[in-house]
Nanobody
Framework: QVQLVESGGGLVQAGDSLSVSCVASGFTFSDYAMGWFRQAPGKDREFVAAISRNGGLTNEADSVKGRFTIFRDSAKDTVDLEMSSLKPEDTAVYFC????????????????????WGQGTQVTVSS
């Protein structure tokens, strides 16, 4: 049974840092690029960051570039998102995502490329 279980969300102030983590199980972690999307109330789910199967390449949305960093640990089947200089507009439910990729260096940016989703964790940034 496939599971992506997020943790680490919470309420912080603007300018603070926060990390969210995702533990994967039930599938071959090394076959999947991993990443994060977010969804604010009344808005579509949007791409945040992704990391390739081999961990060698990452890509981030322009809105978070330079502030958010994504990591994966293939020994623990985890993917973490470290967020710094948080802004109120970063407030959203953050979803862990897994997309099967053919090549080790491939990532993703679209919800259409995702095979598995986590349940989400709330991140709230107050001004």
């Amino acid at each position: 049974q496939v599971q992506l279980v997020e943790s680490g969300g919470g309420l912080v102030q603007a300018g603070d840092s926060l990390s969210v983590s995702c533990v994967a199980s039930g599938f071959t972690f090394s076959d999947y690029a991993m990443g994060w999307f977010r969804q604010a109330p009344g808005k579509d789910r949007e791409f945040v960051a992704a990391i390739s199967r081999n961990g060698g390449l990452t890509n981030e949305a322009d809105s978070v570039k330079g502030r958010f960093t994504i990591f994966r640990d293939s020994a623990k089947d985890t993917v973490d998102l470290e967020m710094s200089s948080l802004k109120p507009e970063d407030t959203a439910v953050y979803f862990c995502a897994a997309g099967r990729r053919r090549y080790p260096a491939d990532t993703f940016r679209s919800v259409n490329e995702i095979d598995y989703w986590g349940q989400g964790t709330q991140v709230t940034v107050s001004s």
